[in-house]
């Protein structure tokens, strides 16, 4: 099973600000199946990214994703307000999947 | 308009069993893997396995083999997730959401949430 391990486990920034996510994966990730979600307090998650830079229909593009292989990123552009939120990784390239464990996005 | 509706929140003894669903709508639902999702209180996401409806092909995750199961009624557009003996740590919110090759979970449920509890 491969296991994913996000960084930082919490960012502290403001609106307007860069933020970068990190998810490293314990071997490779095939064909950049990887993909990124959100989660608001007291709701599903939303898919933001998939195949590792593909934006999900609707998605700002102050979202993108990059990597390959073992490593991953996230960044958000510009912090809007309603980006303040819990991000997951996710592998999708075995027959098991598997989330990160989440980095928090609060508000500094 | 796409839509995962699933059923209400439940509360169980441990011991006891249950089922709950999800319910397809606005999609082709025999052509789309549904997959079933944990989080527990406070934690973050786990994934624990996906159905087919078309065939009814399964993968479990191995944390969650033996522990639950999936099916579906293609007839219904609804997929189910189950137990026979439910223990306080099934206590969660279950999320199911459908796959959408290229995307995996693009569209999601609202949650069930499920407590055990003595």
Redesign the interface.
């Known amino acids: 099973?491969i296991v994913l391990t996000q960084s930082p486990g919490t960012l502290s920034l403001s609106p307007g600000e860069r933020a970068t996510l990190s998810c490293r994966a314990s071997q490779s990730v095939s064909s950049s199946?990887l993909?990124w979600?959100q989660?608001k307090p007291g709701q599903?998650?939303?898919?933001l990214i998939?195949?590792a830079s593909?934006r999900?229909?609707g998605i700002p593009d102050r979202f993108s994703g990059s990597g390959s292989g073992t490593d991953f990123t996230l960044t958000i552009r510009r912090l809007d307000p309603e980006d303040f939120a819990v991000y997951?990784c996710?592998q999708?390239g075995t027959?098991?999947?598997?989330?990160?464990?989440?980095t928090k996005v609060e508000i500094k | 308009e796409v839509q995962l509706v699933q059923s209400g929140p439940e509360m169980r003894k441990p011991g006891e069993s249950l089922r709950i669903s999800c319910k397809g709508s606005g999609y082709s639902f025999s052509g789309h893997w549904i997959?079933w999702?944990r989080q527990m209180p406070g934690k973050?996401?786990?994934?624990m396995g996906i159905i087919y409806p078309g065939d009814s092909e399964t993968?479990l995750?191995?944390s969650f083999q033996g522990q639950v199961t999936v099916s579906v009624d293609k007839s219904a557009n609804t997929a189910y997730l189950q137990w026979t003996s439910l223990k306080d740590s099934d206590t969660a919110m279950y999320?199911c959401?459908r796959l959408a090759p290229?995307?995996?979970?693009?569209y999601?449920?609202?949650?069930t949430l499920v407590t055990v509890s003595s």
Not at chain 1, 44 to 47: C, D, T
Not at chain 1, 95 to 102: A, E, K, R, V
Not at chain 2, 44 to 47: D, M, P, Q, Y
């Open positions: 099973e199946y993909a979600y989660q599903a998650p939303r898919l998939y195949g593909s999900a229909t997951y996710q999708y027959p098991s999947w598997t989330f990160g464990q989440g | 997959a999702v973050g996401l786990e994934w993968r995750s191995p999320y959401a290229p995307a995996p979970l693009d999601w449920g609202q949650g």
